[in-house]
């Protein structure tokens, strides 16, 4: 169950569906920037998932700088043995906030966890630091994670499979880039496979936010989708590859902005009258195209 996570005094989990805006109102990313400590905060943006390197690394210290973050450090790690290196961990340490990018989730928990970075994240989050993740940064941040999987409304034996995240979250399998691309049946059979896991399914610019107490705050333009298979019924474990699942009973709440979910009681909580940071413009200034604004990569 979600009730089992967070520590007192740990910090918020953000985990956001990929392509939030970067050039407009930016409200997800100002609303990480002010969690992190505004003109205080210290980001690191860990990029291991991704294969664009200084691109996007680049990208994200420019918009956090322009949001008003003291510093902003790129990590990329791409091998175990780098990860375990001191000073990767040291730089996690020192930050209020850590930002996860998109690319390819499996890369990341491949190479960092349980390395000296994985137990360095761990530690900041339970210290109070901000670990936020888009795309595939948010598949990583549960326990149990999407590895890769297909598309489609129908669960369907081997439509996705699961591996281990980086354990910040636990109790929960999250997908991304929800409805844009189709993901509702890979959820449907993830939850029915493991019914103690909630399915959490975020849309694109749209942010799961998550309160060291365990309540889901949505933040953005689109919505959550939350799967409950508590007291589901299924056949998934006698049903042959590819064929369609039989999920029956299960608990689905579509969470648009401003509403909020108790992940350890499993139950809607009553409506925020305004999310922090929502409405907010961002300080005028010219605009330009961002290169790599978008992870194009297959964030699994």
């Known amino acids: ?25 930016r409200t997800i990313l100002s609303h990480f920037v002010r969690l992190a400590g505004g003109d205080r905060a210290r980001i690191v943006v860990l990029a291991t998932a991704s294969s664009l390197g200084d691109e996007l690394t680049g990208l994200y210290e420019r918009v956090f700088a322009e949001l008003g973050a003291a510093e902003v450090r790129p ?39 349980g390395t000296r ?15 936020g993740g888009t795309s595939a940064g948010a598949s990583a941040l549960s326990s149990h994670m999407v590895a890769f999987g297909g598309p489609g409304e129908v669960p369907k034996q081997r439509l996705a499979h699961m591996a281990a995240g980086l354990g910040l979250l636990p109790g929960a399998v999250i997908d991304q880039h929800f409805t844009q691309r189709n993901r509702l ?9 493991s019914p103690s896991q909630l399915g959490i399914g975020i849309d694109e610019d749209t942010a799961a936010v998550v309160t060291p107490d365990g309540v889901l705050e949505v933040l953005g333009k689109g919505t959550v989708t939350v799967v409950d298979g508590a007291r589901a019924q299924s056949d998934a474990f006698e049903v042959r590859a590819r064929r369609p699942v039989l999920v029956s009973g299960v608990v689905l709440h579509a969470l648009p902005p401003g509403n909020r979910f108790d992940l350890g009681a499993r139950v809607l909580l ?23 604004g978008d992870e194009r990569e297959a964030s699994q």
């Open 1 to 25: 169950m979600p009730s089992d996570a967070a520590p007192r005094g740990a910090g918020v989990l953000m985990a956001i569906g990929g392509a939030e805006d970067k050039l407009g109102d």
């Open 75 to 113: 990590l990329r790690p791409r091998t175990r043995e780098q990860a375990e290196a001191l000073a990767a961990a040291e730089e996690v340490a020192r930050a209020t906030g850590v930002f996860m990018t998109g690319g390819n989730q499996l890369r990341l928990s491949m190479v960092v966890a």
């Open 117 to 131: 970075l994985g137990a360095a994240l761990l530690d900041a989050h339970r210290r109070g630091a901000v670990v």
């Open 185 to 193: 049946g890979r959820l449907l059979l993830l939850v029915a496979e």
């Open 270 to 292: 009553p409506r925020l009258q305004a999310v922090p940071g929502a409405g907010r413009r961002a300080r005028p200034r010219p605009r330009r195209r961002a290169a790599g």
